[in-house]
């Protein structure tokens, strides 16, 4: 568990695959013992996570705190605020590209995934979001930026999207 800094929760994944396996295992009779019932599952330790509160959200995108929350990153602001403004997640956020953006919305058609790149959405369905003019400025300042490719939010004039890690 410390080796590989797994959390209780990753650890009953694959516990529980390794339960099925033993399980079935007994019951067609490849062990005579039924191992199964020796696999520990562990106490769950997920996180519960709280909620910002309106003024929290206010107060991080103030002009003010531009520089203390953000360090004066703009590409982390942009993103953060477009998320918070509109519910997408944070591989549509990476699939945004230039097609996608319209003065008055923005045309949710692809994630990303870091392994796979560009995918359909989460519910494979295209949808339109509407953006207000402030975003839509944000949007549009960093999209002219990117003279090299698409994506919106990227550190290499837009030929990848900026990784999560980042």
Do not use: C
């Amino acid at each position: 568990r410390k080796e590989f800094k797994l959390s209780n929760t990753s650890i009953n994944n694959v516990s529980w695959g390794l339960k099925i396996i033993l399980g079935y295992a007994f019951k067609t009779g490849v062990t005579k013992t039924n191992y199964s019932e020796k696999v520990i599952i562990l106490k769950y330790d997920s996180k519960t996570h709280g909620i910002l509160s309106k003024a929290d959200i206010e107060k991080m995108f103030a002009p003010e705190n531009f520089s203390s929350v953000w360090n004066e990153n703009k590409l982390h602001y942009t993103i953060n605020f477009l998320a918070s403004k509109t519910g997408l997640r944070i591989g549509e956020v990476q699939a945004l590209r230039k097609e996608n953006l319209f003065e008055d919305h923005l045309l949710i058609n692809h994630g990303y995934v870091e392994k796979f790149g560009l995918q359909d959405t989460k519910n494979h369905k295209e949808r339109t979001i509407p953006i207000s003019q402030e975003i839509f400025e944000e949007l549009q300042e960093l999209s002219q930026a990117q003279t090299f490719g698409e994506f919106i939010f990227s550190k290499n004039k837009g030929k990848s999207p900026v990784s999560r890690a980042e």
